[in-house]
């Protein structure tokens, strides 16, 4: 059930751009996408319903290749407040349809 | 945005005793809870979806009589872990939506520490 996340630690420095993608072994109703800092809660980021969909929020947008059963999310320009470690849920279809299944993360860490 | 709330924050515990954890949906009605278990660096282990009214569903190798989770309100959900033991001891975070497959917030979580 758990999607695989790529890659599993990006070093940036300001202004840099960061890819991370997730891709799942099964098929998806959705993808959501989290960022949680150390000790705290993970903060919702963005949801992608439709295959094909593509969303930004501020410099930081994803896709979903519902297909493909992946999605990425792309960070561009990064700023000090991106790092963190970022996390994809997804949402199978059928009897799993509700719950989120989370990858073991991607820590970002960007440097000034 | 939505806020979610656990108490308490933090909970040391000898072994043997059992340990309740609250989460509470402060601004909207969370017809859906959800319950994750979170080892240092690692993921966030879906552990069981609870619904208010109705019986919680486990995951695979989750056990249901030491994770007993009872969700009596649309605004409270409560995790007890039952006779810990130090192997017990982890993060333990929910999150709460409005429905089944709607956007989760998650509360700040409790970190269990089991002596």
């Known amino acids: 059930q758990q999607p695989v996340q790529s890659p599993q630690a990006v070093i940036l420095r300001e202004g840099e751009d960061a890819v991370i993608n997730c891709s799942s072994s099964?098929?998806?109703?959705?993808v959501h996408w989290y960022r949680q800092k150390h000790g705290e809660a993970p903060v919702f980021l963005m949801i992608?319903?439709?295959?094909?969909e593509q969303k930004g929020h501020e410099k930081i947008s994803a896709s979903f290749n519902e297909k493909k059963q992946q999605s990425s999310l792309y960070l561009t320009a990064s700023q000090l407040s991106y790092s963190g470690t970022y996390f994809c849920?997804?949402?199978?279809?059928?009897?799993?349809?509700?719950?989120?299944?989370f990858g073991r993360g991607t820590q970002l860490t960007v440097w000034p | 945005g939505a806020v979610v709330s656990q108490h308490p924050s933090r909970v040391i515990c000898k072994s043997g005793t059992s340990v309740k954890i609250e989460c509470r949906s402060l601004?909207?009605?969370?017809?859906?809870m959800f319950w994750y278990r979170q080892f240092p660096k690692q993921s966030l282990m879906l552990m069981a979806t609870?619904?208010?009214?109705?019986?919680?569903?486990?995951e695979q190798g989750v056990e249901k009589d030491k994770f007993l989770i009872n969700h009596a309100s649309l605004t409270l959900s409560t995790l007890t872990v039952t006779s810990a033991h130090p192997e017990d001891s982890s993060f333990y975070i929910c999150?709460?939506?409005?429905?089944?497959?709607?956007?989760?917030?998650f509360g700040p979580g409790t970190r269990l520490t089991v002596l």
């Open positions: 999150s709460a939506s409005l429905d089944s497959g709607d956007t989760q917030y």
């Open positions: 099964k098929a998806l109703y959705s």
């Open positions: 992608l319903l439709k295959g094909g």
């Open positions: 849920g997804t949402e199978g279809r059928g009897s799993t349809l509700g719950r989120l299944y």
């Open positions: 601004d909207f009605q969370a017809t859906t």
């Open positions: 609870s619904n208010e009214g109705s019986k919680a569903t486990y």
